[in-house]
Nanobody, 123 residues
Framework: QVQLVESGGGLVQAGGSRRLSCAAS????????MGWFRQAPGKEREFVAA???????YSADSVKGRFTISRDNAKNTVYLQMNSLKPEDTAVYYC?????????????????WGQGTQVTVSS
């Protein structure tokens, strides 16, 4: 079992930056692919970015060039650096871990989920 706890959410102005963290416990994340998803009110959960165990990353077109996912296996933590934030980035952001080697953007590819952290971008 992997327990995931997100932090770093809050209120930020449009154009600003925020870094989310996802601290894992129970298992080391070095052998897991890790991802970030988000869910806005009234919308389905959507994929944001993923980092595979080898360090490669994959992100949604909507955040490319603005968001960067990274991992620190020594700290058992995954990060999401969010720059040039827009009001449409407002959502609850979830961290997830996958046993698959190269999961893409489907929620059902991920096995463990955190509780989420709210990010609100004001215009």
């Amino acid at each position: 079992q992997v327990q995931l706890v997100e932090s770093g959410g809050g209120l930020v102005q449009a154009g600003g930056s925020r870094r989310l963290s996802c601290a894992a416990s129970g298992r080391t994340i070095s052998s897991y692919a890790m991802g970030w998803f988000r869910q806005a009110p009234g919308k389905e959960r959507e994929f944001v970015a993923a980092t595979w165990s080898g360090g490669s990353t994959y992100s949604a077109d909507s955040v490319k060039g603005r968001f960067t996912i990274s991992r620190d296996n020594a700290k058992n933590t995954v990060y999401l650096q969010m720059n040039s934030l827009k009001p449409e980035d407002t959502a609850v952001y979830y961290c997830a871990a996958s046993k698959r080697s190269r999961p893409r953007g489907r929620s059902n590819e991920y096995d463990y989920w955190g509780q989420g952290t709210q990010v609100t971008v004001s215009s």
